[in-house]
């Protein structure tokens, strides 16, 4: 859906993995947003859906996901009760998740987020699984709250070395990233061009990270 000079199919090399991920996609993400990661994470993943919504109560799918048996289901989402993967041992991860674990990611903007998590009460009864994040997200071209707010894609992806480090996925995430790393080096080389319309850059031809650039002062990172 981008124009060949910037399509980035050529990069994508789908895994194969135990866990299976459920992109939940806000309507304004769907339809609008052209350089957003969830739609790319889908084609990064070979067992994994996109479902679009914001209420999603009464969504079939997702109450016949939430219905099967022998799966367990996870909302990767922060909360003060949720299950860190960042701090859990190998043995404690297999035994909470199982041998067919879901996981779903709400993939929005931080407020689109929220909405979608308070629209829809199915959700709000999930376990949360979580991370410590310790590195700054990459998607420097969108503006997000802080530079340790993740993509959907950068998430998944600390999310399977994780799940690998607890032995319960063997997938090789080495090339996972590069259709997001192909996206922002086709977006830079277009936003430092001076003959673009969106030329932007600094005394010292550098692009301004662009959570750099907050017109409203800051936004409030979303916590409990």
Not at 81 to 88: E, V, W, Y
Not at 162 to 175: A, I, R
């Amino acid at each position: 859906m981008r124009p060949s000079s910037t399509c980035i199919c050529q990069h994508i090399s789908p895994l194969q993995t135990k866990t299976r991920f459920i992109i939940l996609m806000h309507p304004k993400e769907y339809n609008r947003e052209k350089i957003g990661t969830g739609r790319m994470t889908q084609l990064q993943l070979e067992n994994s859906e996109i479902i679009v919504g914001v209420d999603f109560t009464d969504n079939d799918r997702v109450n016949e996901i939430l219905a099967k048996e022998n799966c367990s289901s996870f909302l990767l989402y922060p909360g003060n009760d949720s299950f860190n993967l960042s701090i859990r041992k190998s043995a404690e991860i297999n035994s909470v998740l199982g041998d067919n674990p879901h996981i779903f990611l709400l993939d929005g903007t931080w407020p689109c987020a929220r909405k979608m998590l308070k629209s829809s009460k199915n959700l709000q009864a999930l376990k949360r699984m979580s991370f410590d994040n310790k590195i700054e997200s990459k998607f420097i071209i969108k503006q997000q709250p802080a530079s340790l707010c993740l993509s959907t894609i950068e998430s998944v992806y600390t999310v399977l070395n994780l799940l690998k480090e607890g032995d319960l996925e063997q997938c090789d995430t080495k090339n996972f990233l590069i259709p997001f790393e192909k996206l922002i080096e086709y977006q830079l080389d277009y936003m430092l061009n001076p003959n673009s319309k969106h030329y932007r850059s600094t005394a010292n031809g550098a692009i301004m990270p662009k959570n750099m650039y907050k017109k409203n002062g800051d936004r409030n990172i979303l916590s409990e």
